[in-house]
């Protein structure tokens, strides 16, 4: 025993630094497939891809219906779906890519998509053939990294104030015009409704937790969160002055105190002030217009974010929603593209999708949907095009890193909202904690 | 018993058989054996050797020495992440093991429906770790919960319990507290061991009950609570759901609750910086052994086995 | 095993030996092992402390509420719609809304069922792995004498110091190098070897307080290892083994991560990562389903509790052993 555990054992030491060694070094960059090993098609032409995205219930259930129409549609291809939610899909991907066992499609994410396109983990759709005529240049640039196109983008969203107009009449403040109100006015009227609305009705929740209005106040400045090199493109004025309105916010009462803006940010859209009811503004991505309307009961409005007239431009955006990306390593090439291309020119995969994935990028199918959305969806797609005129240009793919800067924005602006910063502090902390994490 | 003991020892002497246990030994413990070198060394022994790289996940890991140990040393956050999690272990480990004792006292015997009771306590460590935890908790610590309603009741304004840095970390101490669920469970197993006859022997020498609690409850029970200990103290160094859950995942607010465990896990799968986050896993690892060791020497002191 | 007198843990006397046969035998039968833990004796109740005992119920139900208070409110949003669950947060709901079980047992690919049947699969195969080689690992570190004992069981403790995130890309490899991907394999066979050492530790200290003469009795009586600890150790263990197997059901029963990263294809998923499947950050979330499919999944563990506890409960006397 006391020999064969010796012996055993330092055999088996070996073997570990062996595989240590050589599997990691060889699976994070040689070419394994993502379909597992034993779902491997037969000879007779049948080819099975995997499909992998995050979300909730419905849209695995709208995702189902489309993969059995493409299925119907491409007899030898089969599609293997593997979902779930957000958190843990990136963990997954993450985990199976250091494997080597990379999805064969997968849907990517602005702050994601530089990572993995670093890498070449994802692969040149340009070259894959997928046809993209129907989408704009524009959208087509948001997932184009170095002059090759890693992601097409599925739809678009944009950063907007969700208002409801129901508090509004019950505080007796009138809507403000969004082309023209200002960020001082966006204190104001928040203000207003908070005391004419009555006891535990807030004028606005608080908008710090989420890099995007940050990015539309920098770009109404003419500057941009990032460059399109990757690096950081704020002035500290910007960022200092981006967290002040919500010191203006908390000390005028048009929001909740430090605290509860804390619990708001992590209720999601349904126990919102606005899903709650028990506040009038708050700013959201288009898309979650739905989820809010449906959680508060009303009929609520979207508006643009102050400031578009206050200075050098207009800073509102489009944002892809998400990508369809392809592995770099997959076995089976041609048959992913020709599902990517399903997904994003069928008109008949719109009409199930609708706007889950963001008002669809392929123009001619946007138009085709647009008499089947809920009355939510069709506010968001006239909003949408009311804002085409006015958007400059859109911001390129975010640098490597970025992923952080949620949890960096998220961190800092408590820190602000309970006194422990000055904005000045906080725009300081806040530029060297992201420039580390793009710099690193 | 004593007879036993007796006659068995003259058998020994008289056989004088025993020398070790070498072959048994490696019967029994072969699936464990094989399950060592199968399953546990590779992943174990490749987070060591990740922790000298600059493995990022998606990229094959290159050798770079000490340097993550050394980048260690100077990220305020990894300062921050063991203070909290050292704060926390300290306090939250002996209230639960004494909350888990006290309660599987009450509930061990002489009184109706304590099989009802267990179960009705034991509900909460049932949880798990449910995407729904995290909107009860809102719903019973935030600004406007619970607690606060009642607090209000008596005329004191209360706080948002898990949203405010001040008090979030108290907050899930208290919630650790309150899944007292598994301790109490082994607890309660170790009362049931404890042979009747004892007690009965105390009885006849005329023990009170509290004596008997001093001299067999807990001499015989202490093999169990240093199990408890042991396994409570390795498992609250490495607390992560809970306060990923309540944080939705930051460890806020601003790093209030950022448990180890929780910033590594940022660090390895939010930052791609897997090599980092191995260095503090072996860091981490280097402390609990040391609390254990250290457990396991002062348990000679306090602890009762048979053998 | 000791030469050394036999430590004894209670303060007095030891008692006498149970029957008059073990001396002349030399051994105790295991009847007679049996007859050394006889039931506790019914506790006489008489009326006077029934004040006191209401008092006692009274302070119990009062302290379950506050236990239970989470959960109550989570069975009552189950019968709320889910756009009354922000907006109404009482614990009666005002609107009685079942639609959130048949919606949420349906609203994933496979009918919720099909979930918990692989949960089942899962925590079934796991429990019994650890029953087993727990056991028998906790056997050897309890009982048997082997050169680096110690050694061997640090190396056993050690193994559950390291967080998971940073060995489950590893693992993945290995698993993924078998083919075990989206098996119940790697959930599974790694219980079958062991690799629990929180239950190892855990039986090894139920069986060291075991007293030892019974197996040394026993070993002279030509009783092999294989023998005692299936007739001595494991029957006497009994509360040991409950507690293994009702917390190992529990645990797998919940585990996320690790079947989240092992299990890629939805027919293959379990409970808590369908759970999972309802709320995501980005887009809508059906609170009102899941609150309804969590109380669903809740119930088998619950049962299991309910009924596994009897198990722990029962004294070593009233195990059976023959």
């Known amino acids: 025993m006391r020999v064969t555990i010796h012996r055993r054992t330092r055999r088996g030491v070996a073997l570990v630094a062996l595989m240590a060694s050589g599997a990691l070094a060889l699976s994070a960059c040689s070419g394994d497939s993502g379909a597992m090993p034993n779902d491997d098609g037969g000879g007779d032409g049948d080819v099975e891809i995997r499909y992998a995205w995050w979300g909730s219930d419905d849209r695995h259930q709208t995702t189902q219906e489309i993969i059995d129409l493409f299925e119907e549609k491409n007899p030898g291809i089969t599609v293997t779906p593997d979902f779930t939610d957000w958190d843990g899909y990136w963990d997954k991907l993450a985990t199976a890519t250091a494997a080597g066992d990379t999805p064969d499609v997968i849907t990517q994410e602005e702050r994601y998509l530089s990572e993995y396109a670093s890498q070449d983990i994802v692969a040149d759709l340009g070259e894959l053939g997928v046809d993209t005529s129907e989408i704009p240049a524009e959208t087509l640039a948001t997932g184009t990294i170095d002059d090759t196109l890693y992601g097409v983008a599925t739809g678009v969203n944009a950063y907007a104030m969700v208002a409801d107009p129901q508090i509004f009449a019950d505080a007796g403040v009138e809507m403000p015009d969004d082309t023209t109100w200002t960020w001082e006015d966006y204190v104001d009227v928040a203000g207003k409704l908070s005391k004419g609305a009555g006891d535990g009705v807030w004028g606005t929740q608080d908008y710090g937790f989420n890099e995007a209005g940050l990015a539309v106040l920098a770009r109404q400045k003419g500057e941009t969160l990032y460059t399109p090199d990757g690096e950081l493109g704020l002035s500290k004025e910007t960022v200092a002055e981006f967290f002040q309105v919500s010191l203006d916010l908390m000390a005028n009462e048009g929001q909740p105190d430090a605290s509860r803006s804390v619990e708001y940010q992590n209720a999601g859209p349904e126990g919102s002030l606005l899903g709650t009811n028990a506040g009038a503004m708050g700013v959201w991505w288009s898309n979650q217009l739905g989820a809010l309307s449906d959680a508060s009961g009303r009929e609520l409005e979207l508006l643009r974010l102050p400031g578009e007239s206050q200075f050098e431009r207009t800073g509102m955006y489009f944002k892809p929603a998400m990508y369809y990306s392809i592995s770099a390593t997959t076995e089976h090439p041609e048959e992913s593209a020709k599902f990517v291309d399903f997904l994003l020119n069928d008109p008949e995969v719109a009409a199930l999708q609708l706007t889950d994935r963001g008002l669809p990028s392929n123009t001619t199918v946007r138009e085709s949907i647009l008499p089947e959305l809920t009355a939510a969806d069709q506010k968001v797609a006239e909003f949408m095009e009311g804002l085409e005129s006015d958007v400059v240009d859109n911001p390129p793919v975010p640098p490597q890193g970025s992923s952080e800067m949620q949890d960096i924005m998220i961190r800092i602006n408590t820190e602000v909202l309970f006194g422990n910063l000055t904005p000045d502090e906080a725009a300081d902390a806040f530029l060297k904690g992201v420039g580390a994490a793009i710099g690193g | 018993m004593a007879v036993i003991h007796e006659v068995a020892r003259t058998r020994r002497a008289a056989t004088e058989h025993r020398k070790g246990d070498g072959r048994a030994a490696a019967l029994f413990l072969a699936p464990w054996f094989v399950g060592l070198v199968l399953i546990t060394a590779f992943p174990l022994l490749a987070s060591l050797y990740l922790s000298f790289t600059d493995y990022s996940l998606l990229r094959a890991p290159g050798w770079v020495g000490i340097e993550n140990y050394t980048a260690m040393f100077s990220d305020p956050r990894f300062f921050q992440a063991l203070k909290v999690t050292f704060t926390y272990v300290i306090v939250s480990v002996p209230l639960q093991l004494v909350a888990a004792l006290g309660l599987a006292l009450v509930l061990d015997k002489g009184l109706k429906g304590l099989a009802f009771y267990r179960s009705i306590y034991y509900l909460p460590s049932l949880l798990g770790a449910s995407v729904a935890i995290a909107i009860l908790w809102r719903q019973v610590f935030g600004a406007d919960g619970l607690i606060n309603q009642v607090l209000a009741f008596f005329g004191i304004e209360g706080q948002g319990w898990v949203s405010h840095p001040d008090y979030a970390l108290g907050t899930l101490i208290v919630l650790n507290v309150w899944t007292f669920g598994a301790p109490m469970v082994i607890f309660l197993a170790g009362l049931r061991q404890v042979p009747t006859m004892y007690y009965e022997a105390a009885a006849i020498d005329g023990a009170g009950r509290l004596r008997q609690f001093r001299n067999i409850t807990v001499p015989l029970l202490t093999p169990i609570i240093f199990f408890n200990l042991v396994l409570q103290l390795i498992g609250a160094f490495q607390t992560f759901t809970q306060a990923y859950i309540v944080s939705g995942g930051t460890g806020g607010p601003v790093d209030s609750t950022l448990f180890y465990t929780l910033y590594l896990y940022e660090k390895g799968f939010g930052s791609f910086e897997m090599g980092y986050a191995s260095a503090m896993a072996w860091f981490l690892l280097l402390i609990i052994a040391g609390m254990t060791a250290v457990n396991f020497v002062a348990s000679k002191y306090w602890v009762f086995y048979d053998d | ?322």
């Open chain 3, 1 to 322: 095993m000791t030469d050394a007198p036999v430590r004894r843990a209670a303060p007095s006397d030891s008692p006498a030996a149970p029957s008059s046969g073990a001396a002349g035998r030399g051994t105790p039968s295991l009847s007679e092992v049996a007859a050394a833990y006889p039931d506790p004796p019914a506790r006489r109740r008489p009326a006077g402390p029934r004040l006191r005992r209401l008092g006692k119920h009274v302070a119990l139900v009062v302290f379950g509420f506050v236990m239970l208070y989470p959960l109550l409110w989570m069975l009552a949003s189950s019968f709320k719609p889910t756009a009354l669950i922000f907006r109404e947060p009482g614990l009666i709901p005002t609107e009685w809304d079942f639609s959130n079980y048949t919606e949420g047992w349906n609203a994933l690919l496979d009918p919720f069922g099909h979930y918990l049947l692989n949960s089942a699969i899962v925590v079934l195969g796991s429990v019994l792995g650890n029953l087993v080689s727990c056991s028998m690992a906790a056997y050897a570190f309890a009982r048997l004498k082997f050169r680096g004992r110690n050694l061997w069981f640090a190396v056993m403790l050690m193994s559950i110091m390291l967080p998971i995130h940073v060995i489950i890309v590893p693992q993945y490899i290995l698993f993924s190098s078998l083919s075990w991907i989206n098996t119940f394999l790697p959930l599974i066979v790694p219980k079958l070897l062991a690799t629990d050492a929180f239950f190892i530790f855990l039986m090894v200290q139920f069986f060291r307080g075991i007293p030892k003469e019974l197996d040394e009795a026993a070993r002279l009586d030509g009783c092999g290892h294989g023998r005692i600890f299936l007739r001595i150790m494991l029957p006497l263990s009994l509360p040991a083994l409950a507690t293994t197997a009702i917390f190992t059901f529990i645990w797998t029963w919940n585990d996320f991560f690790s079947q989240l990263i092992f299990l890629t294809k939805p027919d293959m998923y379990t409970v808590p990562i369908a759970l999972r499947t309802f709320v995501d950050a980005t887009s809508n979330s059906s609170w009102g389903p899941l609150f309804a499919m969590s109380i669903v999944s809740l119930i088998p563990v619950f049962l299991v509790f309910l009924f596994g506890q009897k198990y722990l409960v029962k004294g070593i006397a009233t195990t059976g052993i023959k």
